[in-house]
């Protein structure tokens, strides 16, 4: 069992940042890589960003490269969303999740594991 809990959404006006925090623990050993997603009402859970845990190496959809940062700090067992130049069309519920591979790390239902998701609204 993996126990994913994020923090850090919130209200901010466009143009500005909002870092999010997403904590790991249990059998993180499955956990070889890490995803954001994020989902708008009425509107799918997308792809936002994913990063390996074994080499850092980090995936992002098009529309928030240059934008956004996703990191991982090994000793606190934690991954980071760093979100700059934010856009009303960024307003969603935020989730992190955790997967066993890194194959297809843009896929949601390749992720078993979830957090209980965190609110960004961007004010435009």
């Known amino acids: 069992q993996v126990l994913l809990v994020e923090s850090g959404g919130g209200l901010v006006q466009a143009g500005g940042s909002l870092r999010l925090s997403c904590v790991v623990s249990?059998?993180?050993?499955?956990?070889?890589?890490m995803g954001w997603f994020r989902q708008a009402p009425g509107k799918d859970r997308d792809f936002v960003a994913a990063?390996?845990?074994?080499?850092?190496?980090?995936y992002y959809v098009d529309s928030v490269k240059g934008r956004f940062t996703i990191s991982r700090d090994v000793a606190k067992n934690t991954v980071y969303l760093q979100m700059n130049s934010l856009k009303a069309e960024d307003t969603a519920l935020y989730y992190c999740a955790a997967a066993p591979s890194s194959r297809r790390y843009y896929l949601k239902t390749d992720y078993p594991y979830w957090g209980q998701g965190t609110q960004v609204t961007v004010s435009s």
């Open positions: 249990g059998r993180t050993v499955s956990s070889s890589v």
């Open positions: 990063i390996r845990w074994s080499d850092f190496t980090t």
